[in-house]
C-alpha cells in the first residue's frame, strides 16, 4: 500500500497529498502517518514546500471529517452497526469502535473533537458521534481543524528533518498506534470490570 501512496503524491503533488487524507478520514486503515511523513520528505526533493503539503493534507482531513460528520447525523446507530457489521472486515472496524467513539463524545463533549485527532482510528471515527449529536457545525469545523493541523505539521516537519529517512518516523508512529490501542483496550476492560461489579 505504501508504495501505491507515494506514487499517488509523487504523481498529483498537493491535490494527491489532500485526496489521500480526505480519503484516510473516511477509510481509516489508510495510514496518515504515511502520507504526512512523506509529504515532508518530498519537501526536501520536489518544489513542494512545507505551508502546502501541510495546507494541503489539513483541507483533506476536514473535508473528510465532513463527510463522515453528515454521514453521522443521516444514519443513526443502528443503521451504522448494520454497515459495520456487513463491511467491517473491509474498513477494519468493529461495532465496538463506533460506540467508542459514541461514549468519548458523550463523556467528554465537544473537546473530544479535538483530543481525537491525536489518536489512531478514533481520529476519524469521533466525526460520525458529533454529527449524530448534531454538534453545532462551527465549532466542530474548528476543533477539528486545530486538531488536524498541529498533527500534521508535527508529521510533516518531521519527514522533512529526516529526509530519506522518513520510513523511520513512520516505524515510530506504528509503535505510537500500538501504545494507544493497548491503553484503549485496558480502559475498556476496566469499565466493563467496574459496570460488572456495580451490577453485582
Not at 498529483?12 to 511523513?37: C, D, K
Not at 458523550?106 to 454538534?135: E, H, N, Q
Request: proline residues 3%; glycine residues 10%; contains cysteine.
Amino acid at each position: 500500500m505504501e508504495n501505491w501512496l507515494t506514487d499517488i503524491m509523487n504523481d498529483f503533488g498537493y491535490i494527491g497529498i489532500a485526496f489521500l487524507i480526505a480519503v484516510e478520514n473516511i477509510f481509516p486503515p489508510i495510514p496518515s502517518e504515511v502520507v504526512l511523513t512523506f509529504g515532508g520528505f518530498m519537501t526536501t526533493q520536489s518544489n513542494l514546500g512545507i505551508t502546502g503539503v501541510v495546507i494541503a493534507a489539513t483541507a483533506g482531513s476536514v473535508g473528510g471529517a465532513v463527510v463522515l460528520y453528515f454521514l453521522g447525523s443521516q444514519l443513526g446507530v443502528e443503521r451504522l452497526e448494520r454497515i459495520v457489521g456487513r463491511w467491517g472486515h473491509v474498513l477494519r472496524l468493529e461495532k465496538a469502535d463506533i460506540h467508542k467513539a459514541q461514549g468519548w463524545f458523550d463523556k467528554y463533549g465537544y473537546w473530544t473533537v479535538f483530543f481525537c485527532r491525536f489518536i489512531p482510528l478514533m481520529r476519524s471515527l469521533i466525526s460520525i458521534p458529533a454529527g449524530m449529536a448534531k454538534m453545532n457545525i462551527i465549532p466542530f469545523l474548528l476543533l477539528t481543524t486545530a486538531g488536524t493541523l498541529i498533527w500534521n505539521v508535527v508529521l510533516v516537519y518531521l519527514g522533512a528533518s529526516v529526509g530519506n529517512s522518513w520510513q523511520t518516523i513512520v516505524d515510530y508512529m506504528n509503535v505510537y498506534s500500538r501504545i494507544v490501542y493497548a491503553i484503549l483496550i485496558i480502559l475498556a476492560l476496566i469499565l466493563i470490570y467496574l459496570f460488572i461489579r456495580k451490577k453485582k
